[in-house]
């Protein structure tokens, strides 16, 4: 047990209020009591950390137990209202007030309960079984001086483990040593954030020797840090070996569900396990969106519950005004109290429950089901199986990642797009750079491109033959390459700025140190672009260790000569988005100390050196320039430093990177100390492309009435000639442009006086704002005046969005056809979405492809994520994911328009049918004194919903088509029609709630009417079951056929579906009562069919009677599509000879290229690992994979809240996969 019961070495540290440590008086192994603030860990000394009881490794990713099941399980259900109401009925139903037997009700909620009730627990237990599979997983523990296999559940705090290369890390670790020489591991985090750039981990020195078992047994030591958190990039620690303090950051620290790559194996010690891991921490479940449809749902059936209401009180009132003695042949009994003339009040009380029972089927509760069901099927079979929206470069398909928000798609009037990565390819392209005042570079990108042809200006088409090319350069310009740089007039800046590109940085290199064959892991393109152009212009970088970076030198000191430098890396002080730069302090041979630096042109600028205001002056023009090109710019500089401040600072650097308490924020401070007095030395230029068919995607959407806001961090003159390469602004718009880049803002900044600043920014702002208002009511106040377009940037964003002037703000926006907002973070971008979203209750969509996107797509409507270069953050919290900005149009215009007209047509279709099948109830109820006799059978009543009428409302919800995917694109007008809410408007509602009151009077009066003088084959009237049965019949024949009137598209399953419904219905009453069954209540239309049948009254009226019930509908919709068309309608006119030979289901598959089963494998062939945040189906808990589609073979994506069990998983050996090339999908 040596490895296990540790050491009891001595140890001690100063104490301050930055560090915690142990006193001399405190020896190493012993247990001290937990600060609130840290928590204190013995390695390799079970015994001593069992009195901290920390948890156990184990994790549990289910939502039930045994005993939780069914009470938890009920609770989830009834959390909604709707189940809640239905309880309600069927308890009614059970009392005596009840009107029909408790079957009615009960039967329907018991199935839909325990249908859901089963899914839960076969998926509960299916990641019960997976929980179990992954605490039994073996990681090797040091015991007893050797590693011993040992089940991940039995994992300790403390223990000392070895994973070996490829394996997962099963808990979070302290990353003692590896088998490279040099402490550091390789690892790869595509299970947490999706990036597959590995990450470089460095052991502390001191530890580097920890390989061997006999070695690490002899390990003493104590870690002290941070409490169990949620943050992924954050760690703040220590660790004590005898006395000494070593800090331990983010870069010591393996996380659980990250697996090691390029490494034979590591030792580490636990510091967090089981729920305790960051991982786990994270898998919290996403807030479920509803959409603005669902929404207005919920006030449908409120609206339905008030008719219900309205219908039930009169009826109790006229119940109470009805009941009298003189209706003596009636024979009320005083022992009952709903019948006692004596208590009239009692009885319309009771009476009002019996009428809420009776009227109950007016809320249909297989509403919900369908429509979750028909949402599940659309994103499942149909978005993501589109070809159309298939990406074969990185063969990834779209991907519907909840189908809450189908119809959501088909409403969404703004968008909030990213730039960089989302309308950009984010394959970033060294091109041009200036150094020491001189420009070089002659190439021509893009946005000049798109400059010069609007300004007639042209290009020199052989310009950029001689450019040198490869994957991230592409630079052209013959005085830097192959060492022509010495010829210039300022070579040593040259080789400063060469040097600055191949050192400042966090490249990892891999493969063969050769210029051809190494490969670059980086964190951003941008960073591995600069390298890339570093190794073009003489200075290889080809092996990088903890300490040292390797650099092959042609030409440095003389034409011709090449050598291999080794450059010490003293400090490094990383990038974030609040320092916006990133540098190091490195050592050369000669012993010389330099501090290298690139950021962003504002924050270099304010630390720059006094003089050289010329090389300064011509740097920022240069910037601009490149700017205005559509160009992504760094500065970069260098300070050379003095050995005595650098150990001065060092130990500040030291102590603030030993804080336990603000690390982050005490490093930023202490670097600001060194990070000043820089040299200038140039600034580079990098071109990210436009992905392919952005501009027409854009131009297409404006005509669909969706306005198109871009938010990005990069400076104004690019943003603004992105947005005209997009074709988002032109030269015919009025252009508002607020910008704090004015010559009175720099003379209040450089006063020094922030109070003065902020004061003088808010008022400049609010005057810009009621400026840009006062003078665009003007133009829309025009007949034909401009469209309006704004630019405005962060500095000014921050005080718009100011609580006085956001008002002002949102106004003049939302006249604007189109808005970029410049030098953004990720918070404004989120403020400006939600002050859309909530300011002008307006449906928003956003999307982008980065980390910092995340915040702006939560907080619209609708999210969108690119699976780009940046990792899947934004895909992993997006609604739906996609490859390219371009793939919007078919995702917007084709699905979300289907979508929402499917839907629209789906609610309102079951409003009308629930409201005319409950109406002909109503109106018999006049003719029974109000006593609440029921008209139907009760299995009748129950099974309208649930069998006679359920199958044609989801084939048309899931294959009713108004145009073709390409009329859809080819007129993206008809996309406002969803915008204005043109199919769920309360109108809407009102004209078939009139037909339903129309269509339940023929049905109910027509049929009674007629009954009355009609006699059967034996010369008896017709009874009230032979009545009712008629009504009903007549009341599936025409609802069913009316669904068909309202149908666009008429396929082979609505014909089965309809006709299927209508012939169920004889074949269950001719089983039903021709059966003799031990019910008393079936009694009641015993042989009633056949009775019905044998007479010609029967057919006649089967006939004659939905006819009439239907014409009015004919007549109106008529006149509808003749007089006061519908946009879609006029389409179908224009291209009524046109057949549509588009397939329905898999869209758009070859007829002879591909079978749907190819396409839909190849459609979600290597999704990403994160995919659905859950399946939509009916009274679906989030975060589980749906039973039914399991069972229907349909591949189910994992759950986002999934990602720590997929993360936990052991290793598989990959086989290389080759995708079979798809041809051309067939297009129409």
């Known amino acids: 047990m040596a490895g296990w019961r540790g050491s009891r070495g001595g140890g001690d540290a100063a104490s301050s209020e930055d560090r915690i440590a142990s006193s001399q008086t405190v020896r190493l192994g012993k247990v001290k009591p937990q600060a609130l603030g840290h928590r204190t860990i013995f390695c390799n000394d079970r015994d001593a950390n069992l009195h901290t009881k920390f948890k156990a490794n184990s994790v549990s990713t289910t939502k039930y137990d045994i005993f939780t099941f069914l009470p938890k399980g009920l609770f989830e259900q009834f959390r909604r209202v709707a189940n809640l109401y239905f309880l309600m009925i069927s308890i009614l139903s059970c009392t005596p007030v009840s009107p029909v037997s408790p079957i009615t009700n009960v039967i329907p909620l018991t199935l839909v309960l325990l249908v859901s009730l089963i899914k839960e627990a076969w998926e509960d237990w299916k990641r019960f079984q997976n929980d179990l599979s992954i605490n039994n997983s073996t990681v090797e523990v040091l015991h007893d001086w050797s590693w011993v296999p ?45 990036e597959t750039n590995l990450k470089i981990r460095k052991a502390p020195e001191r530890t580097w020797d920890f390989v061997s078992p006999n070695k690490v047994s002899e390990f003493k030591g104590e870690v002290q840090c941070e409490q ?93 005004i009805f009941i009298n003695r003189k209706y003596y042949y009636l024979r009320f009994d005083r022992s009952m109290a709903q019948f006692d003339p004596d208590s009239r009040f009692v009885v319309a009380i009771l009476t009002f429950f019996t009428h809420i029972t009776l009227y109950s089927p007016i809320i249909p509760i297989s509403l919900y ?165 570093a190794k073009n212009f003489g200075f290889f970088f080809f092996r990088r260790t903890p300490t040292m970076i390797f650099i092959r030198e042609s030409h440095a000191d003389k034409m011709g000569k090449v050598q291999d430098v080794p450059y010490e890396i003293l400090n490094a002080l990383e990038f974030n988005s609040t320092r916006k730069r990133q540098s190091v302090v490195c050592r050369y041979p000669d012993g010389r100390l330099v501090l290298y630096c690139k950021g962003a042109d504002t924050v270099i600028y304010e630390r720059l050196a006094d003089g050289n205001p010329d090389l300064k002056r011509m740097s920022r023009e240069h910037l601009e320039q490149f700017g205005a090109s559509g160009l992504r710019t760094l500065c970069l500089a260098y300070k050379n430093l003095k050995p ?6 060092n130990e500040k650097y030291i102590h603030a990177k030993s804080a336990l308490r603000d690390r982050e924020k005490k490093l930023d401070e202490v670097a600001e100390l060194i990070e000043k007095d820089l040299n200038l030395i140039g600034c580079t230029a990098i071109e990210d492309k436009l992905q392919e068919g952005v501009p027409a995607c854009i131009e297409t959407l404006s005509r669909a009435g969706i306005k198109i806001w871009v938010l990005t961090g990069d400076k104004m003159e ?17 252009q508002f442009v607020i910008s704090s880049e004015t010559e009175a803002v720099r003379e209040v900044e450089d006063k020094g006086d922030q109070i003065e600043l902020a004061r003088y920014m808010k008022e400049m702002v609010k005057n810009e704002l009621k400026s840009c208002h006062d003078e665009a009511e003007k133009y829309l106040h025009m007949d034909s005046g401009p469209k309006l377009a704004l630019i405005i940037d962060g500095k000014c964003l921050m005080y718009a969005l100011d609580p006085s002037l956001r008002g002002m703000l949102l106004n003049f926006s939302l006249n604007c056809t189109a808005v970029v907002c410049c030098r953004v973070s990720p918070l404004q971008k989120a403020q400006v979405t939600s002050l859309v979203k909530k300011g002008a209750n307006r449906i928003t969509l956003s999307i982008g492809d980065g980390a910092n996107d995340v915040s702006m797509i939560q907080a619209a409507h609708v999210g969108v994520g690119i699976s780009g270069q940046e990792g899947m953050q934004a895909v992993m919290a997006s609604d739906f994911s996609i490859a390219q900005f371009r793939f919007l149009t078919d995702l917007l215009l084709v699905h979300g328009r289907w979508s929402y007209h499917r839907i629209c047509k789906v609610v309102t279709y079951f409003f009308y049918k629930n409201l005319t099948f409950t109406l002909t109830q109503f109106w018999f109820t006049f003719e029974t004194g109000f006593s609440g006799q029921r008209f139907y059978d009760d299995w009748l009543q129950s099974l309208y919903n ?243 589609a399991s069972q229907a073979g349909v591949c189910v994506p994992q759950k986002a809240w999934d990602v720590a069990r997929r993360a936990s998983m052991r290793s598989k050996p990959k086989t290389p996969r080759t995708p079979r090339t798809p041809r051309t999908p067939q297009r129409n």
């Open 946 to 1188: 649930v069998i006679f009428t359920a199958l044609p409302v989801i084939i048309i919800g899931l294959f009713d088509k108004d145009v073709s995917a390409v009329l859809s694109k080819k007129y993206p007008e008809l996309y406002k029609e969803g915008v204005r809410n043109a199919f769920f408007k309360w109108r809407v509602v009102y004209t078939w709630a009139f037909f339903a009151v129309y269509q339940s009077l023929i049905l109910y009066y027509f049929v009674v009417a007629s009954s009355k003088r009609a006699i059967n084959s034996s010369g008896k009237l017709f009874g009230l079951w032979d009545v009712s049965t008629m009504a009903f019949t007549c009341v599936i024949v025409t609802v069913n056929l009316r669904l068909l009137m309202m149908s666009n598209t008429v396929t082979r399953w609505h014909h089965i579906s309809v006709g299927g419904s209508i012939l169920f219905w004889f074949i269950f009453v001719f089983i039903y009562s021709g059966v003799p069954l031990p019910n008393k209540e079936q009694q009641n239309i015993y042989f009633v069919i056949y009775v019905l049948m044998s007479t010609f009254y029967f057919y006649l009226t089967l006939i004659l009677v939905p006819v009439a019930a239907l014409f009015c509908d004919f007549v109106y919709m008529g006149v509808q599509r003749w007089f006061f068309p519908y946009d879609y309608q006029i389409i179908q006119e224009i291209h009524r000879h046109e057949d549509d030979t588009s397939r329905i289901g898999l869209l758009e598959v070859g007829q002879s290229q591909l079978s749907p089963d190819e396409a839909r494998s190849y459609a979600v062939m290597q999704l990403p690992g994160q995919k659905s945040r859950h399946t939509g189906f009916a009274f679906d808990s989030p975060g589980y994979e749906s039973f039914f």
């Open 150 to 194: 040992t089940p991940w559940k039995q994992l300790q705090v403390g223990d000392i483990i070895r994973v070996n290369q490829d394996g997962f890390f099963p808990a979070d670790l302290i990353f003692l040593a590896s088998t490279n020489p040099d402490g550091v591991c390789y690892v790869e985090t595509a299970n947490l954030d999706g």
């Open 228 to 320: 169990p958190n949620n943050s992924l990039y954050t760690f703040t620690g220590n660790l004590i070996i005898n006395k000494q303090i070593l800090p331990l950051s983010p870069n010591q620290l393996l996380l659980r569900g990250c697996s090691l790559r390029n490494t034979e194996y590591i030792v580490g010690a636990v510091v967090f396990t089981g729920h305790e891991t960051k991982v786990m921490m994270n898998s919290m479940k996403i807030p479920s969106k509803r959409s603005t449809l669902e929404k207005k749902l919920d006030k449908l059936i409120l609206a339905l519950f008030s008719v219900l209401f309205c219908m039930s009180l009169l009826g109790s009132i006229g119940s109470g």
């Open 369 to 533: 089901v369908s429509v979750e069901m028909i949402k599940f099927i659309q994103s499942t079979q149909f978005i993501n199986n589109d070809l159309r929206m298939y990406d074969a470069e990185s063969n990834t398909p779209a991907l519907a990642r909840t189908s809450n928000l189908n119809e959501e798609l088909g409403q969404v009037e703004y968008i909030f797009s990213d730039k960089t990565g989302t309308l950009t390819r984010n394959l970033m392209e060294f091109f041009k750079c200036s150094i020491g005042g001189e420009v070089y570079g002659t190439g021509v990108s893009e946005i000049e491109t798109g400059m010069a042809q609007r300004t007639g200006v042209k290009f020199d088409a052989q310009k950029q033959s001689s450019a040198t090319h490869e994957k991230g350069f592409n630079f052209d310009d013959a005085r830097l390459i192959g060492g022509a740089w010495r010829n210039e007039p300022n070579p040593d800046s040259c080789k400063e700025f060469f040097r600055c590109l191949a050192i400042c940085h966090t490249v990892l290199p891999e493969g063969d140190e050769s210029p051809e064959r190494i490969r670059y892991q980086a964190a951003s393109p941008d960073e591995a672009a600069l390298v890339v152009a």
């Open 644 to 649: 005595d401040v650098y150990e001065s600072w």
């Open 718 to 734: 690019t943003a603004i000639n992105i947005a005209y390469a997009c074709r988002l602004i032109n030269n015919g718009m009025k």
